[in-house]
């Protein structure tokens, strides 16, 4: 059984940076998708970035350049590096994990097992 276990979130100012967790158990040694998605209050969830086994990232546009994924597998943790973040950014922040070859925006957002999320609140 996958199990995903997030940290990190909190209140910044916009401008800010901070560093999501994920600390990954049970996963098996085939190809998977990891990645994170974010859902706002009232609004649809989006993949905001993927990661695949061989180090592969995709981001949504409005978070590249500002948003880094980035996993240590010696550690079973995945990151979610966010600098210059802005207010509209606030949302809840979900690490997500499938199998499969494939690896994108999409896979990550609809994938089977999610984390019990992270706040994350900007302030202009």
């Known amino acids: 059984q996958v199990q995903l276990v997030e940290s990190g979130g909190g209140s910044v100012q916009a401008g800010d940076s901070l560093t999501l967790s994920c600390v990954v158990s049970g996963v098996t040694p085939s190809p998977h998708c990891m990645g994170w998605v974010r859902q706002a209050a009232g609004k649809e969830s989006e993949g905001i970035a993927s990661?695949?086994?061989?180090?592969?990232?995709s981001y949504l546009e409005s978070v590249f350049g500002r948003f880094t994924v980035s996993k240590d597998n010696s550690k079973n943790t995945l990151y979610l590096q966010m600098n210059n973040l802005k207010p509209e950014d606030t949302a809840m922040y979900y690490c997500a994990q499938d199998v499969g070859a494939v690896c994108d925006l999409v896979v990550v957002r609809t994938a089977r097992n999610w984390g019990q999320g992270a706040q994350v609140t900007v302030s202009s």
């Open positions: 990661i695949d086994i061989y180090g592969g990232t």
